[in-house]
């Protein structure tokens, strides 16, 4: 019998090429997110190309209520749940803390922190059950070094660390691994979402860089899954070839030739 894997915010970017990844191995894929038409037309693709089983959710993660109806509907569709991939999340804004939108803020929280924990608490308990299962959590190089003007959003990806750390610990006795992925400047929506809608500043952030794809997080979750049972990725950090943190990188024009020109 296939596995199957529950991808939250696939509509796009990481969430997207992740399920394209694991549909190509045969894995029975659910998808969430809150845009119908994505969800629809994503499923065919998967469908058509891979030849799998796809289930999609239409939820908002930060609904409590709807994720747990979501999660219970998905319980009578499929018997087990083999990997959860926590992804769904966003930036809002950028702007310093004593200038900061609290709207923005308290979206990040309920997305990034709030929206993950309503998921992993009704994966959780199944995955328990099973004594068997995979979280993924995304996080972000943001999580392991503040940058300025990230303030809330960075505080998001640290709560997600010091959640991934705690879910290992609590989960070891169940055969659960726990994973964080912690990406740098990836090109998906991300930024047209962080900048709400402004094109050209979104554009601006990849400017003479090459960022990493959508498709580079798929293969590393894809590695971190696909490993032997007695072997677990605790935590995995992973930026272009030209980021060196949160707040230092170069541009490639900048980039040394041969001979150190
Ligand atoms: P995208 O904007 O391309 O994708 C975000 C996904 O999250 C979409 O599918 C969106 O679906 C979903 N989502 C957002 N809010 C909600 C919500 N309230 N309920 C349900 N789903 C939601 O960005 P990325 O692929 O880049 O982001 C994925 C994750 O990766 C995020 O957690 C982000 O913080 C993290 N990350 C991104 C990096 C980057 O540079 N791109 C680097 C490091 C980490 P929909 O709108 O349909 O609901
Ligand atoms: C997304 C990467 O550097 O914009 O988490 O925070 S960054």
């Not at 529950?6 to 992740?18: H, V, Y």
């Not at 609290?102 to 309503?118: F, S």
């Not at 272009?240 to 040394?256: N, V």
Request: proline share 3%; aromatic share 8%.
């Amino acid at each position: 019998m296939s596995k199957t894997i529950l991808i939250t915010g696939a509509t796009s970017g990481f969430g997207k090429a992740i399920a394209h990844r694991f549909a190509k191995e045969g894995y029975t894929i659910c998808l969430t997110g809150r845009r119908t038409d994505r969800l629809k037309e994503i499923s065919q693709e998967l469908k058509d190309q891979y030849g799998v089983m796809v289930y999609g959710l239409a939820f908002d993660v930060r609904v409590r209520a709807q994720v747990e109806a979501a999660i219970a509907k998905l319980k009578t569709l499929v018997t087990s749940i083999d990997i959860l991939v926590n992804n769904a999340g966003l930036a809002s804004g950028l702007s310093t803390i004593d200038e900061g939108d609290v709207d923005d803020w308290e979206l990040m929280i309920d997305t990034n922190l709030k929206g993950l924990l309503y998921v992993t608490r009704q994966i959780a308990p199944l995955m328990r059950e099973q004594a068997s299962g995979h979280i993924i959590n995304i996080g972000s190089t943001a999580g392991k070094q503040v940058y300025k003007n990230g303030n809330v959003y960075c505080a998001t990806k640290y709560a997600v660390d010091a959640l991934n750390q705690a879910m290992r610990i609590d989960l070891l006795p169940y055969g659960i691994k726990v994973t964080a992925i912690n990406p740098g400047m990836a090109e998906t929506e991300f930024s047209l979402v962080r900048f709400k809608g402004d094109e050209e500043r979104a554009k601006n952030v990849y400017n003479d860089i090459k960022p990493l794809r959508p498709e580079d997080i798929a293969d590393i979750a894809w590695y971190c899954a696909s490993l032997p049972p007695h072997v677990c990725i605790n935590d995995l950090t992973v930026t272009c070839l030209t980021q060196a943190s949160s707040f230092y990188s170069i541009k490639e024009s900048e980039r040394k030739k041969p001979g150190g020109v």
